[in-house]
């Protein structure tokens, strides 16, 4: 999560959910938490009945929105500029938390004399790159210093400068000079106006004031506010900046690492943290180390080299990376041999999954592993899916059920349009039943970081198996038809630490043993307890360095129950969470630089005098005896550099980032740009879209035009409490599926007369990419919106998990979206686009080829018709590493109004 990492240091929930009853304020924004994270509502509901007020922003009613005080809804994808003008209201109006901001936040840094921000060249930043659709963000540093990124390199940042470069920047306690953060920050924000959120975002601005009235009234030294959000924020090609735009204005209200504050990432399911912690990322490490850039480090001393000279525990990267290459690879890995770090991969571009798809449509990629996902209902284009399925030599799925990405080759819509010809797939499909949570043990990795541990209560049936079964005896067979290779390629696979124990009639591998690893060992084989004792001298080991101490004492702390009784309130003996089991991140803010709480009715962590080291209700996320006094010496690296004033602690200057001049792809500051598929133009910028947004122009990934009246509605997609994302866990059993049987659409009253369509009736949604059938579910719950100048927008809700199999059949809605990306993290837009609705059901065979075709002719898009097997090459492409054609992505708004806009 790049927009918490490069705000605050971490990528992860700043807080835990119970933590929500402290709150007074709690902003819920791209998520429907009651229905979607029933159990973490609770805390939502205790700390109603405390007093908190409670706001949901989303642009439908749903049962969050029943219970909350205000529901604001708002038009999908603009919540930047709805955030924009809360923090605008705040620095208008002075109503930051002026003692937090000075001590803990960049406010006061200055941004070198280079930089122009988007208010001076109309939506873009200095340094935009039209060539590579890219920026160079030299002139984004600050004067006198070159900030790294929080989280290393990657292929996003410019190569690392001298080690001279980085320092301290030039700052203004006063915050009066013209390029200090905090001015660059107001005039950024200075046109986000009450007016103009009502004009982008369609919110009343009595109603805007209100919710701004309310945050502001519970941010300061004796109330907090909390904000909540989802996947509903993660998938726009601003993503990222959406959750940027909620880190300043939190930092800006003081509301960070502070009891009932915070900004809590609900994930996905079960342990989506998990597998951002121990990546299934193609660009991370564990502990969310940078993969090695082919083009930039060749050595261990080349990766190391910003880390090195890093303030701050990301000054600790060769000692975490060292002892992750030692759990790797054991006694292989020694000083003389970079610690094998030549056999890591190195990426050099995009090698995200929606390239690899292309790739796997062009025939570039024979095989794929599919494991735990069903993209040919769950991911963005699901035509695009099913293709790259479809051309590909072998297919390896492994889920509970026989899911659509494992029969796509029978029962795609494809096969019926002729798209697809079944005889004519080559894709050997290997179906690996696998195992669910109750049949194998192991851990969850939740939404706040806690490593739970589920025990197995059941053995799995047949030929089911878990995933640490399959991979460790599929690593163990290929170790050893490979032991006598002399490729130079099967050398990794050879140094591999190999030595799980395993025990069953099964031969299951120990869960335990595993997480042991991760935990680390010194250099007497025994676990460590901290992070702090890795060391880069190959005398320590760690699978992940953030998870260190999960299995200190050699007690496997993640199976800690101790009832919450037993315990204070923050529970620190349930589980275990990374880092260090610190329950809020950046809990040193909760105290003045001088160590004393905000207030008695906040305090969190505060300075102990008399025992010399920080205490509190929490484990501290701070050196334990680090005096507020401490002031490093000059030139001081690592921790030593960070003062006993500086709150957050893996930041190269100890402040969370206002202004980020490094980690982020698409500019320092967030700014509303508009959906790339959107049907009104950019209120603010001639720019109109995110320019760094990645696209790929194919013919089985045709976009809407922007403000195109083919397709003059926007719809969003969402989860149902019935179903469980692609379906696969949910529509095959009976009373789910009786609860939510069919596929449907929510419209509101007035679209419905708008388009004819009659409740509980059929009718047929069309984008560029294709058209899909639902039942109609006309609603109030759906409201059309007023924009500026007039226009009202209708929305349109639709759930995203039907497909072919199961007891409860139906289109697929995300089958609707194209693919276009955030360029921080290559996450789809799949929470908003456009198309047109009409009543009725949708043709079948080649005639629902040709309606599509004919909407396409219509709104002058590029035919998007593909040979028989899909097999069409990409046209144009702004991914990196791929040599197409260059995707333009600057383009002016349609019938631009921003220079009319007061």
């Not at 007035?750 to 949604?765: I, M, P, S, V």
Request: contains cysteine; proline residues 7%; charged residues 20%.
């Amino acid at each position: 999560m790049p927009g918490l990492g490069a705000t605050y240091g971490r990528g992860g929930a700043t807080g835990f959910q119970q933590d929500l009853v402290n709150a007074d304020c709690i902003v819920i924004e791209g998520s429907n938490m009651a229905e979607c994270h029933p159990v973490g509502f609770q805390w939502v509901m205790e700390a109603k009945a405390r007093g908190a007020k409670v706001i949901h922003v989303d642009p439908r009613f749903t049962r969050t929105s029943a219970v909350a005080d205000t529901h604001v809804p708002l038009r999908a994808g603009t919540d930047i500029a709805f955030l924009g003008g809360l923090i605008s209201y705040v620095l208008e109006n002075e109503l930051d938390f002026r003692d937090y901001v000075l001590a803990y936040t960049n406010a006061a840094s200055i941004v070198g004399e280079d930089f122009q921000d988007t208010e001076d060249l109309d939506g873009l930043f200095s340094g935009w790159d039209p060539e590579s659709s890219s920026y160079d963000k030299t002139s984004w540093q600050f004067e006198g210093a070159h900030e790294p990124s929080a989280t290393g390199t990657d292929e996003i940042d410019p190569v690392a400068p001298d080690s001279d470069a980085i320092g301290q920047p030039a700052t203004d306690p006063t915050l009066q000079h013209p390029r200090s953060v905090y001015q660059v920050l107001r005039r950024h924000f200075a046109r986000y106006t009450p007016e103009m959120v009502g004009d982008v975002c369609g919110i009343e601005p009595e109603v805007f004031l209100d919710v701004a009235r309310a945050v502001t009234a519970n941010s300061n030294r004796d109330r907090t506010t909390a904000w909540v959000y989802s996947v509903g924020w993660t998938h726009h090609t601003v993503g990222v900046q959406y959750i940027r735009t909620a880190g300043i204005l939190q930092a800006l209200l003081g509301n960070m690492g502070r009891p009932g504050g915070g900004i809590l990432a609900l994930r996905g399911h079960a342990s989506i943290q998990g597998s951002t912690d121990i990546p299934t990322l193609y660009n991370l490490l564990p502990g969310y180390l940078a993969m090695p850039h082919a083009a930039e480090h060749m050595s261990l001393d080349e990766y190391c080299a910003v880390g090195d000279e890093m303030v701050g525990f990301w000054g600790g990267t060769r000692a975490y990376m060292v002892s992750l290459l030692k759990a790797w690879f054991g006694d292989a890995a020694t000083a003389e041999n970079d610690y094998c770090f030549d056999l890591l991969p190195k990426i050099n571009g995009d090698h995200g999954s929606y390239r690899q798809v292309a790739d796997m449509i062009q025939g570039k990629i024979p095989g794929y592993f599919l494991v735990g996902e069903n993209p040919a209902v769950g991911h963005a284009n699901g035509k695009m899916q099913r293709l790259g399925l479809a051309n590909l030599d072998w297919l390896v799925v492994r889920d509970l059920q026989m899911i659509e990405s494992a029969t796509f080759w029978r029962t795609a819509p494809e096969i019926e349009t002729g798209e697809l010809v079944t005889e004519e797939i080559g894709t050997e499909v290997f179906f690996m039943p696998a195992a669910t949570h109750t049949e194998k043990e192991g851990t969850f990795t939740n939404t706040q970081r806690l490593l739970q541990w589920h025990r197995q209560a059941v053995e799995p049936p047949d030929d089911a198996r878990s995933d640490l079964w399959f991979y460790f005896h599929l690593g163990r067979i290929l170790r050893d038809r490979l032991k006598d290779s002399t490729d130079p390629r099967d050398a990794a696979l050879q140094a591999l630490t190999w030595d799980y124990p395993t025990h069953g009639p099964l031969v299951e591998p120990s869960a335990e043993a595993v997480l042991r690893e991760i935990n680390g060992t010194g250099p007497d084989g025994t676990a460590l307890s901290s992070y702090t004792e890795l060391k880069d001298d190959g005398t320590t080991t760690a699978g992940c360095w953030i998870y260190t101490g999960v299995y200190a004492d050699e007690v496997n702390q993640s199976d800690r129950r101790k009832p919450g009784r037993e315990q204070n309130w923050v529970a620190p003996e349930w589980g275990w969470a990374w880092p260090a089991n610190r329950r809020t991140l950046y809990n040193r803010a909760s105290a003045d630089p001088e160590g004393k709480p905000w207030s008695e009715r906040k305090a969190y962590v505060w300075w102990d005098e008399d025992a010399q080291r920080w205490t509190g209700h929490d484990v501290p996320d701070f050196e334990a005896t680090k005096p507020p006094s401490y002031r490093p010496e000059p030139g001081a690296k690592g921790p030593d550099g960070i003062s006993g004033a500086d709150a957050f602690i893996m930041q190269n200057d100890g402040k969370a980032w206002l202004f980020a001049p490094s980690g982020l792809a698409d500019g320092p500051l967030p700014t509303h740009y508009e959906p790339d598929e959107s049907p009104v133009p950019n209120a603010l910028y001639r720019q109109q879209a995110n320019p760094g947004r990645e696209v790929i122009e194919a013919a089985w990934n045709r976009s809407n035009p922007p403000t195109s009246d083919v397709y003059p509605y926007v719809f969003t997609t969402y989860r149902l409490t019935e179903h469980h994302t692609a379906g696969g866990m949910s529509r095959t059993l009976p009373y789910l599926s009786e609860l939510q049987p069919e596929f449907f659409v929510e419209v509101s009253p007035e679209l419905a007369d708008e388009r004819g369509l009659e409740n509980a009736g059929w009718a047929t949604l069309v984008s560029a990419r294709t058209a899909i059938e639902a039942r109609v579910l006309v609603t109030e719950r759906m409201r059309p919106l007023k924009m500026g100048r007039g226009k009202v927008v209708h929305q349109i809700g639709i759930p995203y998990h039907w497909g072919e199999q199961g007891i409860s059949t139906g289109d697929s809605g995300n089958d609707l979206f194209g693919v276009v990306m955030d360029p921080n993290v290559h996450i789809q837009e799949s929470k908003v686009a456009t198309c047109d609705i009409q009543p009725g059901r949708r043709p079948r065979g080649p005639a629902l080829v040709d309606l599509v075709e004919s909407y396409r002719r219509r709104a002058g898009v590029k035919s998007g018709r593909v040979p028989v097997g899909g097999r069409a090459p990409v046209e144009e492409t702004n991914m990196t590493g791929e040599e197409k054609g260059q995707a333009h992505t600057t383009q002016s708004a349609p019938d631009h109004v921003a220079e009319a806009q007061p």
